[in-house]
């Protein structure tokens, strides 16, 4: 079983920035895959952005040029450097892990963010 527990999440004015962090542990060996992901009032889950072990990475095109996923394998940490922030970015932050970027299995318990006007 793998844990992910996620900190960072706060109240920010929009403009603002926050950074995310997520810590591994547990039966992490095959982890190769880590993400975010967002959901907000009323609307589905969301990828944010993902990294592999190896450094690819993939962003949501709402986000581009504004966030930044950062991993430091040592740690099992993976980060979330969000600058630039608006309302639309609201809603609750996942953490997620797995084999691949297409089947992250393990979830963090969500870290609320929210961007004032």
């Known amino acids: 079983q793998v844990q992910l527990v996620e900190s960072g999440g706060g109240v920010v004015q929009a403009g603002g920035s926050l950074r995310l962090s997520c810590a591994a542990s547990?039966?992490?060996?095959?982890?190769?895959?880590m993400g975010w992901y967002r959901q907000a009032p009323g609307k589905q889950r969301e990828l944010v952005a993902g990294?592999?072990?190896?450094?690819?990475?993939n962003y949501a095109d709402s986000v581009k040029a504004r966030f930044t996923i950062s991993r430091d394998n040592a740690k099992d940490t993976v980060y979330l450097q969000m600058n630039s922030l608006n309302t639309e970015d609201t809603g609750v932050y996942y953490c997620?892990?797995?084999?691949?970027?297409?089947?992250?299995?393990?979830w963090g318990q969500g870290a609320q963010v929210t961007v004032s006007s």
């Open positions: 990294i592999t072990r190896s450094g690819d990475i």
């Open positions: 547990g039966n992490i060996f095959n982890l190769y895959a």
């Open positions: 997620a892990a797995g084999r691949s970027m297409n089947s992250f299995i393990f």
